[in-house]
């Protein structure tokens, strides 16, 4: 399978969301990305696992990164790609090929960009973040991610989305002792004594903070709630997965303590934890590209791998085509003019 | 395996206890049973299934059924039986063997009781109750269950517990619209929903009302309890289990009519239904039981099979050796004291 990095950026599009990626299945795209790079001059190309690095070296004061995930969510039934009218549909349009196809023309067109460039296409953003590759670049390769200002080309409708917010997991337990339901008053009833969790939940009033100029959204939500043995034994135990979205003018220790205090007296546990980024809009090759790009920022309120470069004290934002609502959804689809847009907005801020 | 009825009431109890009998696999135990009340010329014996009907004749003018149901719940490494000082351990001491074996020595002993008596084995009383074997003569044997006052050998510490509490089990299904927990005023969160629900739950005040002299105390409990779909999903739906126990002054319509009042607005589907029974004690033959056993009768919460007599129209009641508490139990254990005063009770109600 080959890529021809000199056609049109929606037939790019649709030619690599064509090519299967479901995460742990990368191999077929990363192995034509690999060669479609190796075939121009202007770069140098690495390659760990299914992830793909490649740079120019041009002796730029300042180096930017330009990165994208090659895998997707399951296919469900929407492949291959359809172009209808202005908008090309199918799995990966939005999430995220449409922002590698992007990145894989400025590779092929920016011999000479106006900074240097490092390129980077990674494997397993869509599973369990041990197995994120580019969390795995950061753990074995940090010198291959080594830039001034990153740019991920998750979806953000072609608008410049800054930062991301922290993200923690927690549990409840809620205890009870188990009685038969004739005879509840020799027990405790679990489930009943988790609404003093779901009275929290409902009475919670979301920060607001404004962070470097953007302003977030927290939130705190109950993602599962499971109690109960039988239907004839008062339950004994009720645990509630919580989730909590955190501004990234916090990290995650201040945002335990803060759930420790609000569900006081409650068995916690974090069985996960992200955290955030600040928007690192004060860069000047930042300032430079939201000029370029056009548009407000505005805030990133999903956690996303920006959070990664920050780890490495890396400014990153959130920039690509599509509405990130309908990624993951099986009528996934993205504007042809966002596609168009975004290559045009980063043509402006790179090239020379 | 044979059984012998001339031996002390509680080697009989551990004999039977001994013979497993696991709800589905009564056939050893009920051949057994038949054999030993076939050896005796005073009663004629019945079998369907694993259920064992044994009678005597005499022209009384008035009929006593005597029930018990054979199978248990699974083995917890809890047979053979052991004897302790005054305490017999093991599965089926108290739910329900003790009674089985007192009925068996009643059946052996009393050739000429003060009323017709008739002896009910029988299989599948502790799973699905549309395998219960007291319920297929009820379909299939009316005849073979004709009588005025029926006493059921469950566990009740060997005191008189009357009539039986309806129960009903209901879901509640709380939707909810699944969105990203980052942005979760999209959606809508079924968890929190729930709360509403609960609140209910937290809220509610048992009715204790007093039926045909015996005071009863309802009951309404969450038994179960699961929403949510991931991690990363606003939980667009959320299913409450509530099992309501009702007093016998209530049918399962009224019963019905007062959930969908107190969760109105709620999605609700009755999932099981049993009716109570009334406790029927001023009959008069129930008048002379409670004289001859002693203590003052108590109404019995949980349900029981007492109220498949009363959907024949017989009043009944629960009286059993074994403390209900420690029915199911891994450590269930029976008070020698209790297996001889529930025979010698019956035999002074029941003798000439």
Known sequence: MTLDLTSDVVALTRAICDIPSVSGAEKELADAVELALRALPHLEVL??????VARTSLGRPARVILAGHLDTVPIAGNLPTTLTGDVVEGRGTVDMKAGDAVFLKLAATLTEPRYD???VFYDHEEVAARLNGLGRLVREHPDWLAGDFAVLGEPSNAT???GCQGTMRI???????A???ARPWMGSNAIHSAGAVLDVLRA???RTPVVDGLQYREALNAVKIEGGIAGNVIPDSCVISINHRYAPDRGPAEAEAYLRELFKGQEIE???SAPGARPGLDHPAARE???????TPAAKLGWTDVSRFASLGIPAVNYGPGDPLLAHKDDERCPVADIHNALAGLTAWLAN
Chains 1, 2 share one sequence.
Do not use: Q
């Open 47 to 52: 390659r760990d696992g299914d992830a793909i």
């Open 117 to 119: 460039i490092t390129y």
């Open 160 to 162: 410049v989305e800054g």
């Open 171 to 177: 549990t409840i337990t809620v205890p009870g002792v």
């Open 179 to 181: 009685a038969h339901p």
């Open 204 to 206: 919670y009033e979301p």
């Open 270 to 272: 974090v069985v996960d």
């Open 289 to 295: 590209f939201v000029a370029a790009v056009g548009g």
